[in-house]
């Protein structure tokens, strides 16, 4: 199955600083996506690059792709106490109808 | 905006008992999921729905759970008899086209199994 392993498990850092987070995959995609939860709650979609991207924006989210690696991060600029929560990637290709998700990175953000 | 809806947002039920969690997938979407997330643990594909008839089921998913979609809006995950491993939260998903696009996620349903 297509499963994105987060690194670092856990982050802590203080508002105003960047967090950056990678995933790590084995198998060729499609795409990538990101994903945030919130403790108890849903996932949100935060963005998803394409496998011929390198690089895509959106709002304070950086997210790289390299797919020579199999790899991807998320930066997240000047954060915010509302960002704390928990990132998954979950990369995502071939005929698999479902995403997979890893344990993700706890991300705390001090005010 | 156009949302996920998950109803009930917490359950209560006796082992054993059969319970129905109900979905309201984004109207347009194509397709549907249901994803279970034990206390502390990671979020689980459960099983993938479309055109009717299911996609791609986990392992989780055995003869106890099943889906429906009984009408041109709901979407339901039905287990039979319930475990007290069952107890978890329960989310629904909802894709607007093909495989490999952005999933819209509910608030979850929580079952607990007494």
């Known amino acids: 199955s297509q499963q994105g392993e987060e690194d670092p498990q856990a982050l802590s850092i203080q508002e105003g600083e960047n967090a950056t987070m990678n995933c790590s995959y084995k198998?060729?995609?499609?795409?990538l996506q990101w994903y945030r939860q919130n403790s108890g709650r849903g996932l949100v979609h935060l963005i998803l690059?394409?496998?011929?991207?390198r690089e895509k924006h959106s709002g304070r989210l950086r997210v790289t792709l390299d797919t020579s690696k199999k790899s991807s991060s998320l930066l997240i600029t000047a954060s915010r106490a509302a960002d704390t929560a928990s990132y998954f990637c979950a990369p995502s290709g071939g005929s698999n109808y479902k995403l997979t998700f890893g344990k993700g990175t706890l991300l705390t953000v001090n005010p | 905006e156009p949302e996920v809806t998950q109803t009930p947002s917490h359950q209560v039920t006796q082992m054993g008992q059969e319970v129905i969690l109900r979905c309201v997938p984004i109207s347009n979407h194509l397709y549907f999921y249901w994803y279970r997330q034990i206390l502390g643990q990671k979020v689980e594909f459960l099983v993938s729905?479309?055109?009717?008839?299911?996609?791609?089921k986990s392992e989780i998913f055995d003869d106890q759970f099943s889906v429906e979609r009984p009408d041109g809006s709901n979407f339901t995950l039905k287990i039979r008899s319930t475990k007290l491993e069952d107890s978890a939260m329960y989310f629904c998903a909802s894709s607007p086209r093909t495989l490999n696009t952005e999933a819209f996620f509910g608030q979850g349903t929580r079952l607990t199994v007494v």
């Open positions: 198998t060729s995609i499609n795409n």
């Open positions: 690059i394409r496998s011929n991207e």
């Open positions: 729905f479309y055109n009717n008839e299911i996609s791609e």
